[in-house]
């Protein structure tokens, strides 16, 4: 494998400085330090990505690794018709769902059952509510992570990874339907149920 | 554009998402600003999605990189760079060498059209290959797949689909065969070439010494293919058989005016367990089910199936 050593930082710049379609084509030829950087482009939102549908961090990550490998053994085959990243991301999404059909894992929660909200756990998206420019303190902060964390994940799976790719991801819709295989009209259908489901589970009910 | 509230529940979310058009943000804004009821779940929902945005989503642990960097290099040290990959599948083809389809648990398909009734040019493995990639891709190969294992097709823009059967593959796909899996293959119509091997080798004048044949039993017997020695010929009743390239690949014989029901198929697997195809004349490959047991005779648009497994020879050997 032809490594690009990378004592010099400097020596990271001309692949930090390009193009995602540019780096494939490299990493098609076996380009160590192509490859690299593309990694740590997308790691953080992969897994994200994958969580969306796996709703388990382990699950998500070895999800991502294998879409990393994936990109990596068709690399040759990738040819820029499509965005790198829509590329990646329906690899990605074709195995968390072959993933999830083998384990049997589709999880749904009825609206009928919302998630348990610690009363005083509900104070700090109260406060959210009032004024979201409103900064928060550590301890908010990560209460706010876990609250959002844990409606996340009682989100159906179709609701889950459609959200995350919106929200997270800022992709339009046309780029979720074409990963996801569905229509615009069932990505908008999934956008609109995943918001009313979170927002009776953070108890987002303010009334006039 | 007028848009009362109950479209308006239905806008508001792409409005948000900013993928109205220019007319219907306008319409939605001339809205919100006479609607007081609209205009409150409007903020409501604002501030929920801005809310939503917030969540940072999982952290990778802090080996991930060079988890996935040490899976890569094994990768390579493996089996080389992609590209070297690619290249290699078509060199192993051109030489004869082991493609072993279910070690390498890639097979790779391009199928293609027979000329239908025009002369089929007479052409050496190699030239076929160098010919493989121009080649038409019209015909679809249909994949069963007997082990239950779980058989996908990574297709060109980088879908990958599990393959349940009957499933169709599409020109270009990867097809991804785990290992230990059976997979069957049946081809309709047109020539099935595997990896750049195209079945338009020479036919040999005679068959080559120390070759078994096999005789098909009915389309679900599990025939394991031993390495480099199987061949099965067909034996027309004084009719032109479909012979093999012996060098590595399939041959075929254009099919004749004097071919008919009793011409049987000649399937050849060359060293290590090369993937099969079916071969046929112009007059196209086997289609619809094969019900006899022995002695598979071909006939025009027939299909005939053909079935990979491990390597060891288990059919009837004459």
Redesign the interface.
């Known amino acids: 494998m032809k490594k690009k050593e990378a004592d010099n930082p400097e020596d990271k710049a001309p692949f930090e400085a390009r193009k995602d379609e540019e780096l494939v084509a490299l990493v098609a030829r076996g380009d160590e330090g192509a490859f690299a950087v593309l990694l740590s482009r997308y790691q953080k939102g992969l897994l994200t990505f994958c969580y969306g549908f796996m709703r388990d961090r382990q699950r998500a990550e070895d999800m991502a690794q294998e879409t990393f490998l994936r990109m990596f053994r068709n690399a040759h085959r990738y040819k820029p018709v499509a965005r790198f990243s829509t590329w990646i991301y329906r690899i990605a999404a074709n195995l968390c769902i072959n993933e999830l059909k083998k384990l049997k894992l589709r999880y749904t929660v009825s609206i009928d059952q919302p998630m348990s909200m610690d009363p005083e756990s509900t104070k700090v998206v109260e406060k959210m509510a009032a004024d979201t420019r409103q900064p928060l303190t550590e301890a908010e902060e990560m209460e706010l992570q876990g609250l959002l964390e844990e409606a996340i994940r009682h989100l159906p799976e179709d609701q889950r990874s459609t959200l995350i790719m919106v929200e997270y991801h800022h992709m339009p819709y046309r780029d979720i339907a074409k990963i996801l295989g569905i229509t615009v009209s069932a990505v908008k259908m999934r956008i609109k149920r995943a918001r009313e489901n979170l927002r009776y589970m953070l108890r987002f009910l303010e009334h006039e | 554009m007028q848009v009362d509230c109950e479209r308006i529940r239905?806008l508001l979310?792409?409005y948000l998402?900013q993928?109205l058009t220019a007319e219907e943000i306008s319409a939605v804004e001339q809205h919100l600003a006479t609607c007081r009821?609209c205009a409150?779940e409007s903020t409501?929902?604002l501030?929920?999605?801005?809310?939503?945005?917030?969540?940072?989503?999982?952290?990778?642990?802090s080996d991930?990189?060079e988890?996935?960097?040490g899976?890569?290099?094994e990768?390579?040290?493996r089996s080389?760079?992609?590209?070297?990959?690619?290249y290699r599948r078509v060199a192993l083809a051109v030489t004869g060498g082991a493609l072993t389809v279910l070690g390498l648990g890639i097979l790779v398909f391009y199928v293609g059209f027979g000329t239908g009734g025009t002369a089929t040019p007479d052409l050496g493995i190699g030239e076929a290959v160098a010919m493989a990639p121009a080649m038409p891709l019209e015909t679809i190969a249909r994949l069963e797949d007997l082990s239950g294992e779980?058989v996908?097709a990574?297709r060109?823009?980088?879908?990958?689909?599990?393959l349940t059967p009957p499933a169709s593959l599409k020109p270009d796909d990867?097809l991804e065969v785990p290992e230990d899996a059976t997979a069957t293959v049946r081809v309709a119509g047109g020539r099935l070439i595997v990896g750049a091997l195209a079945w338009q080798g020479k036919v040999p004048k005679k068959p080559p010494r120390g070759l078994t044949r096999m005789r098909f039993a009915s389309p679900d017997a599990a025939y394991s293919l031993k390495r480099g020695t199987v061949r099965i010929i067909a034996s027309g009743e004084g009719l032109g058989a479909i012979r093999i390239d012996t060098s590595a690949g399939i041959a075929y014989v254009p099919w004749e005016k004097r071919h008919n029901e009793h011409t049987r198929a000649v399937i050849y697997v060359g060293e290590g367990s090369v993937a099969i195809g079916v071969v046929a004349g112009e007059a196209g490959l086997l289609k619809g089910s094969v019900e006899e047991r022995e002695n598979l005779p071909i006939r025009k648009d027939e299909l005939l199936e053909i079935e990979l497994k491990e390597s060891r020879a288990e059919g009837q050997a004459k």
Do not use: A, C, N
């Not at chain 2, 080389?80 to 690619?86: A, F, I, Q």
């Open positions: 239905q979310d792409p998402d993928e009821r409150f409501q929902m501030r929920l999605k801005e809310i939503i945005g917030r969540w940072k989503g999982p952290s990778p642990s991930l990189h988890k996935v960097m899976k890569v290099r990768d390579m040290r080389g760079t992609p590209l070297e990959r690619y779980g996908q990574i060109p823009d980088g879908t990958i689909t599990k990867i």
